[in-house]
């Protein structure tokens, strides 16, 4: 049967919309890639510091590891470096006493707000007196995507086992106000105290609260 000039242009049509469609949704399943879930594998992923180093979470087997997720111009993020009480530096400068990992990670696209130069973030750290292991440069999003990162800061802990025990805020009264940081409950420092008290994390999650990250 020959096809009229009608019908082929309708079935291009239908076939342009099928294709459509079918992108539409590989772009909402990649969208919506289901963040890691507490008590599973933490996600593997490699990110260049601001030293210009790569590193993997795996080559951290056998430690704990913090990753923070953060951005310099997020008022809950200045809340937690504000000196003093410089909360989020004490809580680095702990953890690298106890041997355990912190890892910062900055997922601002370039051109938004908390996107840095490698030599920003080095001088950032310098002159907050911050003591991470390591600022991770994520400015694809990609890590960020990973873990489901959502504010800033968002903190996940993973074992040296590697096994994800800790997502979401850094403590329990969702303000940007230093006063309030003595009265809020810590999580990433009680989760801490249960790993180390060989117990199960008490509270594995909490909603994470600050600025959006920037993708």
């Known amino acids: 049967m020959i096809l009229s000039r009608r019908h082929l242009s309708l079935a291009a049509g239908m076939a342009a919309a099928v294709a459509l469609t079918a992108g539409a949704l590989i772009a909402s399943t990649a969208e919506a890639a289901p963040a890691p879930e507490v008590g599973a594998a933490a996600p593997e992923f490699t990110g260049t510091t601001s030293f210009g180093e790569t590193v993997s979470l795996s080559d951290f087997e056998g430690k704990t590891v913090i990753l923070e997720w953060t951005n310099d111009g997020c008022p809950f993020v200045k809340k937690h470096y504000a000196a003093p009480p410089s909360n989020m530096q004490s809580l680095q400068k702990s953890a690298s006493a106890d041997d355990i990992v912190w890892l910062s990670v900055i ?34 999003g990609e890590i960020g995507r990973l873990y489901g990162a959502k504010t800033t800061p968002h903190m996940f802990i993973v074992t040296p086992e590697g096994e994800l025990v800790y997502d979401g805020a850094i403590d329990s009264i969702p303000s940007a106000r230093v006063e309030d940081i003595p009265k809020a409950d810590n999580y990433v420092t009680a989760a801490l105290d249960d790993l180390e008290a060989g117990n199960p994390v008490a509270t594995p999650s909490s909603k994470p609260y600050g600025c959006a990250v920037k993708y």
Do not use: C, K, M, Y
Request: charged share 15%.
């Open 107 to 140: 997922s601002s696209r370039p051109g938004s707000q908390g996107h840095v130069s490698p030599e920003a973030a080095n001088q950032l750290t310098t002159s907050r007196s911050a003591a991470p292991a390591h600022v991770i440069l994520d400015e694809s």
